[in-house]
């Protein structure tokens, strides 16, 4: 459990005491805020608005295709290491279709345990003891482990609210000679911004004077509600040097299946293979063959998977504004983030913990992904992505906090 509701600032998951047993590299980490909130939710019976996962299954073509694989033997024992070829000539021409992007699907395609399991591969497999990882705050939780499972030390960049734009300077401040990766995430979760062609171009050209790899992490690439969704290894000079990111959970709600993939030049991939061969080897045999069904499905499924749940991002936004929150309406992912201040708190770690007894809903405080805690003290993230009906009742709990 936590040690402290985050009066340190630092993540909500990290663990003040020395955890006996546990490497030094991982001193300070403890159990994921989504775990330790989504128990609260089930503690108090809450509406659970913390973790981001569907509560409805996929498309039933893709589910058809899992069960048509398992009863006729596809996938049952040990696929081959670097995916099935059928998935992975289905990532490949995915990104094609949607981005102009080619990659070969032997030499250039990864098939991984979820995009969790690509990130720790990509950062294990390509930086060395002391290199520096340069990242935006708020982060991804799994991006500091992973950057400390390495030795590798995280440099942070602040995306601030309103619009959750980033000083050039800050961003050319927090390189050195010892840099060696930019790790990006875009739609980026928790804010839901969604970086623009400029910022994208500027973050390009450091990468390429300073010669610095980049990995992307683009799951929520099809949740775009503003703009567009740009993958940097589409801009001149990048490809080369960029390992995107991507996976089948947050496109067709089926987040437990683990199903992610790289797409990188075969160098880039090769390493990464090597250190993610070490971890899973394999997994998801039936359901890589059932993914690869999702990834072919006709626009019309992603157009009315934008639409559905940019009907439910307002009625949250909505929702939540008629509770008395102010809101940063999100460009993109299926989260909305909420400030503390305007109902009265000015901590969001202490409202996320009265939250579910208070009124009976859950959601996460954005500190837990800050290296500047002042930055996010305020801050807490609602997810979206549940039924209608669920978010109404969210929604009605959450009136009691006026």
């Not at 979820?114 to 340069?134: K, N």
């Amino acid at each position: 459990m936590m040690q402290s509701r985050g009066r340190s600032g630092r993540n909500v998951s990290v663990v003040n005491k020395r955890q006996p047993f546990l490497n030094a590299r991982l001193q300070g980490f403890g159990a994921t805020i989504f775990a330790e909130m989504s128990a609260l939710a089930l503690q108090t019976n809450a509406v659970n608005l913390g973790q981001g996962f569907p509560d409805t299954d996929g498309p039933n073509e893709v589910i058809d295709a899992a069960i048509a694989a398992i009863q006729s033997g596809l996938g049952n024992q040990y696929p081959p290491g670097i995916g099935v070829a059928e998935l992975r000539n289905a990532i490949s021409a995915h990104q094609q279709r949607f981005y102009g992007l080619a990659y070969d699907p032997d030499s250039e395609v990864l098939v991984t345990a979820g995009a969790s399991e690509a990130l720790a591969a990509a950062v294990l497999a390509l930086c060395e003891t002391g290199d520096e990882v340069v990242t935006f705050e708020p982060w991804y939780d799994i991006y500091g482990a992973n950057i400390a499972m390495a030795g590798a030390v995280k440099k942070v960049v602040t995306l601030r609210p309103p619009g959750y734009d980033f000083e050039e300077t800050e961003f050319l401040d927090a390189l050195s000679p010892k840099t060696r990766m930019i790790l990006l995430n875009s739609p980026h979760n928790p804010t839901g911004k969604v970086f623009s062609r400029e910022e994208l171009e500027f973050i390009a050209k450091v990468a390429i004077e300073r010669d610095l790899l980049v990995v992307t992490d683009e799951v929520y690439e099809h949740l775009v509600f503003e703009g567009n969704h740009i993958p940097i290894a589409s801009l001149p000079g990048m490809r080369e040097r960029t390992v995107t990111i991507s996976s089948g959970g947050k496109t067709f709600a089926f987040t437990g299946w683990k199903i992610g993939w790289v797409c990188a030049t075969p160098e880039l991939t090769s390493a990464v293979r090597i250190a993610k061969q070490f971890l899973t080897y394999v997994s998801g045999g039936p359901f890589q063959y059932a993914i690869a069904v999702g990834l072919e499905l006709g626009d019309d499924y992603y157009s009315e998977l934008l639409t559905d749940m940019r009907r439910k991002k307002d009625f949250l936004s909505e929702g939540l504004e008629s509770a008395g929150f102010e809101i940063f309406r999100p460009q993109g992912t299926y989260f909305v983030t909420a400030d503390a201040r305007s109902v009265g708190y000015e901590d969001g770690l202490e409202l996320c913990w009265q939250l579910p007894e208070k009124v009976g809903v859950v959601a996460v405080p954005n500190v837990v992904f800050y290296d500047n805690a002042a930055e996010g003290q305020h801050l807490i993230r609602f997810t979206f992505c549940k039924s209608l009906d669920v978010l109404d009742e969210a929604v009605t709990r959450l009136q009691g906090l006026r």
